[in-house]
């Protein structure tokens, strides 16, 4: 299995992401990693035993490039990692680069499955549950149709099945309420596709308050909604935590901190994502996935971890085999 790692082109530096790569393949003999990015700074983080393929590109996309300008930067790292996938060099690519230049890129070179209507942004949420949840699209798509949400539920409940392990995933569309009757017209289009489809356990409309209780394992959304939907939730979740350490770092609550540190800590591990810190393009004829731009090691670490599992269970082939045509 060749793995393509876009090792520029986020905040941290690139010793992140090859530390992360040294890491898997002391585990997985079987995957042989390609760096691409400027080789000089690659070379310069490896050690003597590093056994990684690298690809030279004098060119880095920013956080400021838009699309547009991203596609014309062809000698740069992002697209140079795609390409190879593009060519079959590669069985699957993971960059931390910017998602709003990767995500079309992704799109552009990898193609999408035939019959597939369009890609979708898929991260990892965490849950009060502990067994998160997966939620798609969330930025890819800012319109959909009832086919759209129909297609990425189907997508979702794939993934699920094969790489988490969830015999009969929850999948639920993200709506203002759970009445039939809610929502635009693509949202009771979508509704009526997944009623009737009985590979599907579909659970009907859910509010995205109720996400992180866990009601769902496959959370579906046009992207406008799902983008909206997950800003909200990181932020929300980062606002109790700011304020959580602001109270108790007043003396008189020390006493109470002392007391709750291990509550803390268990809330705190439970929704830390970066055990499942990478987001799928999925739809395409080949796997990309996307970190976060601040990823260190082990966010790099995990992305990998799910782009290999996905490469491994061929998890294109089985989205084509439900969803695509001839």
Known sequence: MRLVIDVMGFENDISE???????FKKKNDDVQFILVG????IKDRLKSNDNFEIVNANDVITMDDNPMMAMRKVDSSMYKAIQLVQEGKGDGVLSAGSST?????????????????????????????????MMLDVGANKECTGE???????????????IRGITSPRVGIINIGTEVDKGFSYHKEAYDLLKDDKSINFVGFVEPRELLNGVVDV?????????????????????????????YKKFYNWAGAIA??????????????????????????????????????????????MLHDAVQKDVVMKINKAIGKK
Request: proline share 3%; aromatic share 10%; with cysteine.
């Open 101 to 133: 230049c990767y995500v079309p890129m992704a799109y552009l070179l990898l193609k999408l499955i035939n019959g597939i209507n369009k890609p979708a942004f898929m991260p990892y949420l965490p849950s009060v549950n502990k067994k998160g949840f």
């Open 148 to 162: 759209d949400l129909f297609q990425f539920a189907k997508m979702g409940s794939i993934y699920c099945q094969e």
């Open 260 to 305: 709750s540190i291990f509550a803390i800590k268990g809330v705190s591990k439970t929704f830390d994502y970066k055990n499942n810190a990478g987001a799928f393009v999925l739809g395409l004829q080949k796997i990309a996935v996307k970190t976060h731009g601040s990823a260190d090691e082990q966010q790099f670490s995990s992305a990998i971890r």
């Open 17 to 23: 992401a090859i530390g992360a790569c040294r890491r």
């Open 219 to 247: 959370a579906v959304a046009d992207g406008y909604t799902g983008n909206i939907t997950l800003k909200s939730l990181e932020g929300g979740l980062n606002a109790i935590k700011i304020a959580l350490k602001r109270e």
């Open 38 to 41: 400027r080789e000089n700074e």
